[in-house]
């Protein structure tokens, strides 16, 4: 499949940058977590964490900054920096990156100031609301995804950017609310076009498009 290395590499950067920015004060945290498993690990899982953390099996933790490795890791409160292993859970804010199998970012929060920031990097990748990039075979966001979503199936409430197929084009992409931006696929599906166009061989807009369903090209303003 192939990759958009010029939006990784900003990103990627970004994502570096954050390991040292401090979520919590410095004296309520840990520099390093080990853990076979939760809970054979220390500290607690209600520590926070700004340093490292392996995960043999499974790590768990308040809010993380830094480099995590392992099995499955997991931040229940907000995560910062790398994060690299088989599935990579956030259930608050992520602002960084997660390089996985599955990534899975549940922050639920749309406001400017909560929304989760970067890029996710693998098979399946989940974010409740996502600025940034979603690069794997399936990339789903269940609120509105600003940036692109590149992969074989991208799926999201409303879209402000690119939902893009692999390879260019072989990908079926569907936004069941607004799409401000592009489609790039073999199916292309939004609920409402409010700007932007759709670029396959079945181009499907329910409302505002120039007719429903369209070949080859279809659109909205």
């Excluded at 990103?11 to 570096?16: I, K, R, S, Y």
């Excluded at 690299?84 to 960084?96: C, K, M, Q, T, Y």
């Amino acid at each position: 499949m192939g990759k958009p290395r010029s939006f990784l590499l900003p990103l990627f950067a970004l994502g570096l940058a954050v390991v040292a920015s401090p979520c919590v004060h410095a004296e309520e945290r840990s520099p390093v977590m080990l853990s076979l498993f939760d809970p054979v690990q220390w500290p607690s899982s209600q520590s926070d964490v700004g340093g490292f953390r392996l995960s043999l099996l499974y790590g768990q933790c308040d809010d993380f900054a830094g480099l995590d490795i392992g099995l499955v890791g997991r931040a229940t409160g907000d995560f910062n920096g790398l994060s690299i292993g088989g599935a990579n859970i956030v259930s608050d804010r992520l602002v960084g990156l997660q390089v996985g199998l599955v990534n899975w970012n549940s922050n639920g929060d749309e406001s400017s100031a909560r929304r989760s920031l970067g890029v996710q990097y693998g098979f399946l990748n989940y974010a409740d609301s996502f600025f940034g990039l979603q690069d794997g075979w399936i990339n789903v966001s269940a609120g509105n995804v600003s940036g692109l979503q590149y992969g074989f199936l991208n799926c999201a409430c409303d879209v402000t950017g690119v939902q893009c197929g692999s390879l260019i084009v072989f990908g079926v992409n569907v936004a069941v609310g607004k799409v401000g931006g592009s489609q790039i696929g073999i199916v292309n599906y939004a609920g409402e076009m409010t700007s932007g166009i759709q670029i396959g061989i079945v181009n499907v807009i329910t409302r505002n498009g120039f007719l429903p369903v369209l070949p080859i090209l279809n659109g909205g303003f």
